[in-house]
C-alpha cells in the first residue's frame, strides 16, 4: 500500500489543534508490559486506561499520535453503532446484544469523561446531533431509532420538518431526531490530549516509529520497529484501522479502507452563521452515503462526505463534496474554502468494529466504519480492562477471527457506493 501522502495543505484541525506532545522516534530495544502498534484513539486510549490502572505501554505510530483518521475525522462524538438497538439484539441475541447496547450508548459519555477528568483542550461541545431524514420512510425510520433508544433512558427528541430547518439552516428536510448525548470536538487536539494524558501517566509514545514485524519470544512478544530498534513486551494491540499494513497476515483483507474528504468554509458572516447552525449541534444526513456538517469553534462551516476510494491526488478531488454543502446550503455562495482534507476509515464487511485475538496475548481492534470517536475510545477502555487482567478479565465485546473480505463483496461495496454518490447530488440538485 502506497503509505506517503503529497503535501498538501496542512487540514483545518491541523491549522488550529493544539501542539503536537513530544513523541520522538524509538531509538533503542525497550519493554513494557503492552506493546500498541497505532496512536489514534484505540492506542491511546488504550494506554491511557492501561496507565489508569498502573500496566505500562509503549505506543508506535509509523507518524505522529493523530495522523490518522484520529486527527482527521469530522469530529462528531456520537454514541451507538450502525445498527439501532432492536436490530444489535435480533443479530447478535440479548446477552451480547444488550451488553453493546449498553456499550456504545455510553460511549460519548466516555470521551466527554475523559475531556472532563483530564482537562483535555479540544473544543468539546455537547449541544447534541441531529440526523436528518430526507423521506417520509426515513423519518418513520427515526421514530422508531429515537424511540428505541428513548426506551433506553437516552435523552432523544423527535423533530418536524420546521425544527430541523430551523436549527440545520437548510431545507429540503421532512424531519429527524436530536441525540442530546453526542457533541463536537476538535479531533486532532483530542487525539493530541489523550496521548499527552497517557504520557503525563507514565505511557510511552513514540512517532516516526512504524512497526514491521509482530513476532512471538519465549516470554512474550517482539515488535521490531523500522528503524531497527524494538519493543519487548508480555502483551501486544494492533490498532492501526484505515491505515493497516500487511503487519499481520490477512489483517488488510478485512476491511475497505474508505477515504472520506471534508471541506471547511472561512468563518461565516454573523449573520450567516446564525442561521446555520446555530445551536452548535453536529449533524447528519440518513441517506446510505453519509454527509456529514457541524460549525467549528471559529464559525466555519465543515462539511465531509465519502469520495472515490484512492487518496486524492489534487485539489479538484474535493469538487464534489463543494458541490454537496452549495446545493444544501445556497446561502454560502461567495463565502471562500479554507481547508480541504481527507482520510481513511475502516469499513467492515458487517459495519461493526472488529475485535480480534489470533494468538495469546495478542489482540487487534478495529472497523469503527465512520463512527470511532467514541466507540474507538471506549474500546480502548475495554481492551485495557482486558490485558491489565492479563487477560483473565474477558473482553467486553465479541471477539471474531481474522476473516478476508470476499473480492466480488468489495466490488458491491465500491459499485453501490459510487451510485449513491450520484444519486445523493441528484436529489439535492
Ligand atoms: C475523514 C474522516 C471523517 C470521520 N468522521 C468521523 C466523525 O465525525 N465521527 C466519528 O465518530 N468518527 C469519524 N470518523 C472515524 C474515526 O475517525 C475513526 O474511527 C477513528 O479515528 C479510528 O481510530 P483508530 O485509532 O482506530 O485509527 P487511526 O486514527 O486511523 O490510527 C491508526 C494509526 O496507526 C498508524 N499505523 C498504521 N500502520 C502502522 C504500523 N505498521 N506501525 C505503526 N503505526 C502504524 C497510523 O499512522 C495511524 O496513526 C471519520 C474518519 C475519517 C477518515
Known amino acids: 500500500m502506497n503509505y506517503t501522502e503529497r503535501p498538501f495543505p496542512p487540514s483545518l484541525w491541523q491549522a488550529t489543534a493544539t501542539p503536537q506532545p513530544d513523541t520522538p522516534p524509538l531509538q533503542e530495544d525497550a519493554s513494557a508490559d503492552v506493546a500498541i502498534i497505532g496512536a489514534g484513539y484505540t492506542g491511546l486510549s488504550t494506554a491511557l486506561h492501561l496507565a489508569e490502572k498502573g500496566v505500562g505501554a509503549i505506543v508506535l505510530d509509523a507518524e505522529q499520535p493523530g495522523w490518522g483518521a484520529s486527527g482527521r475525522n469530522g469530529g462528531q462524538v456520537i454514541p ?3 445498527y439501532d438497538p432492536d436490530e444489535l439484539v435480533a443479530r447478535l441475541g440479548a446477552k451480547w446484544g444488550e451488553a453493546l447496547i449498553g456499550l456504545a450508548g455510553g460511549a460519548a459519555d466516555t470521551v466527554f469523561d475523559l475531556i472532563d477528568k483530564y482537562q483535555i483542550d479540544c473544543g468539546a461541545v455537547r449541544k447534541g446531533w441531529i440526523q436528518t431524514a430526507h423521506s417520509p420512510n426515513m423519518m418513520r425510520l427515526m421514530e422508531k431509532r429515537a ?71 519465549s516470554g512474550g512478544w517482539r515488535v521490531a520497529t523500522a528503524q531497527g530498534a524494538a519493543v519487548h513486551a508480555k502483551r501486544v494491540l494492533i490498532a492501526t ?47 446510505r452515503l453519509l454527509v456529514y456538517f457541524r ?67 495478542l489482540n487487534i481492534a478495529l472497523g469503527y466504519n465512520g463512527r470511532g470517536i467514541a466507540m474507538a475510545t471506549t474500546m480502548g477502555r475495554i481492551i485495557a480492562d482486558h490485558i ?23 466490488q458491491r461495496f465500491y459499485m453501490a457506493a459510487g451510485v449513491a454518490w450520484y444519486r445523493l447530488l441528484d436529489a439535492l440538485s
Do not use: C
Open 295 to 361: 460549525r467549528d469553534e471559529q464559525g466555519r462551516l465543515v462539511l465531509g462526505g465519502r469520495g472515490p476510494f484512492s487518496d486524492p491526488r489534487d485539489m479538484s478531488e474535493w469538487a464534489h463534496v463543494e458541490r454537496a454543502l452549495e446545493l444544501m446550503f445556497p446561502q454560502i455562495k461567495g463565502v471562500a474554502y479554507e481547508y480541504r482534507w481527507s482520510g481513511r476509515l475502516a469499513v467492515t464487511a458487517d459495519f461493526m468494529p472488529h475485535v480480534h485475538e489470533p494468538a495469546p496475548g
Open 241 to 287: 484501522n484505515g491505515y493497516t499494513d500487511d503487519l499481520w497476515p490477512g489483517l488488510r483483507q478485512t476491511i475497505l479502507p474508505a477515504v472520506s474528504f471534508l471541506v471547511a468554509t472561512a468563518p461565516l458572516p454573523d449573520e450567516l452563521g446564525a442561521s446555520i447552525l446555530p445551536g452548535r449541534e453536529v449533524s447528519s444526513d440518513s441517506r
Open 147 to 217: 424511540g428505541q433508544w428513548e426506551r433506553r433512558g437516552a435523552p432523544v427528541e423527535l423533530l418536524d420538518g420546521a425544527a430541523v430547518r430551523r436549527r440545520i439552516g437548510a431545507g429540503k428536510f421532512v424531519g429527524g431526531w436530536v441525540d442530546y448525548r453526542a457533541g463536537g470536538v476538535q479531533p486532532l487536539s483530542y487525539a493530541r490530549g489523550l496521548a499527552r494524558v497517557a504520557q503525563g501517566l507514565g505511557a510511552r509514545v513514540h512517532g516516526q516509529s512504524r512497526a514491521v514485524q509482530v513476532g512471538k519470544t
Open 388 to 410: 491489565a487482567g492479563d487477560g483473565a478479565m474477558p473482553l467486553a465485546y465479541p471477539v471474531t477471527s481474522i476473516k478476508p473480505i470476499p473480492f466480488h463483496g468489495l
Open 80 to 82: 451507538g453503532l450502525k
